[in-house]
């Protein structure tokens, strides 16, 4: 027998859950780490959890998981990133060495 059209046409978009940032990446304030339905993974220092459990960056600074084998839960952190200088700084000390080894 084949099946009718009321039958069909009952697929969803999906609802594209799981990890967006992990171990060791470099993120900015309120990226989203984790969006997941539950608590599969669990907020961490400066992480902020959603109403839709979805975990975002309290702040900017490289990501970080921890699992908790006592618990049996993997908890993400978002841990300072150290002071990297900026293209700014680097072309100054270029001009400022090319300024001290002129020959004059």
């Known amino acids: 027998m084949g099946?009718?059209?009321?039958?069909?046409?009952r697929t969803s978009f999906s609802k594209r859950l799981g990890l967006k940032r992990g171990h060791g990446c470099r993120v900015n304030q309120n990226?989203?780490?984790?969006?997941q339905h539950g608590k599969r993974w669990?907020?961490?220092e400066n992480v902020v959890l959603g109403r839709d459990f979805t975990l975002s960056a309290?702040?900017?600074g490289i990501v970080r998981m921890e699992?908790?084998?006592?618990r049996k839960k993997?908890?993400?952190?978002?841990d300072p990133a150290p002071e990297t200088?900026?293209?700014r700084d680097?072309?100054?000390?270029?001009?400022?060495k090319f300024i001290n080894n002129r020959n004059l």
């Open 58 to 60: 309290g702040m900017s």
């Open 31 to 35: 990226e989203v780490l984790v969006r």
């Open 85 to 87: 200088p900026s293209r």
């Open 42 to 44: 669990h907020p961490g």
């Open 90 to 96: 680097f072309i100054l000390e270029d001009i400022s």
């Open 3 to 9: 099946g009718g059209s009321t039958q069909n046409g």
């Open 67 to 70: 699992r908790d084998h006592d």
């Open 74 to 78: 993997t908890i993400v952190h978002v």
